[in-house]
């Protein structure tokens, strides 16, 4: 059976590559079928906003991208609900907003973790 | 135990000397390294063009000597590298840039790599931040 991995995206869209990296790692385990989960932590957190403008600080839309994690079969995609409250956003239909028990079980429940 | 050790960092960045202290750990304990894969700034420790100072370590010659001289898969994500101007000769002609800065014993390869790393360790480390 393979091995599960969850990865932890903890930067703003608009701070640098960071956050199409991250998404970029679980785009190809999505591509090869793999058991691959996504957490929107921190700064993370930002990549989820609603009705962002890419454009106005001339950077590309990462939401295309985010859409294309159920093409790729990516269905666990879940938000830390106190990184979203600390921001001011609200829960996004996207991801399942978890609390920091739910995520400590989230952690164990993967074989490995990459954060980025 | 098989390990698969990832880094996000650059040379001069003190987790790449210490991404290297534990990898040269880990074959010393008579462990096995499945695959080193260089990602987001980590491609800038593969740079072969860096230049330290006399009295400072030279990170990325050490990584080069350490990877030539175990024979180990050092693999450097294209896109992050491509993204950063860490190019093969390859890539530097598809592009046609005039600088060359990545060589053997360094892979340029995809992100599937990282994931086929990953599958056949037992345990992925991974380096960055500061």
Redesign the interface.
Known sequence: M??S?LVISRQAPWSG??AR?AL??VL??G??D?PIGLLFMDDGVFQLASDQNARAVQQKDLGANLQALELFGIDDVFACNHSLEVRGLNAPASAQGLGSDAIAHLLDRYD?V??? | MKFAI?L?SAAHAPSSRRALLFAQAVLADGHEIVRLFF??DGVYSASNNIVTPQDEQDITRQWREFVSQHQLDGVVCI??AL?RGVLNSEEAARYQRSAVNLDAPWALS???Q??DA??DADR?I?F?GP
């Open positions: 393979s091995k991995l590559p960071s990296e970029d790692i190809a385990g591509a090869f793999l490995q990459i954060t980025l | 990832a996000y990602y987001q896109a992050a993204r995809g992100l599937g990282l994931h990953i599958q992925l991974c960055g």
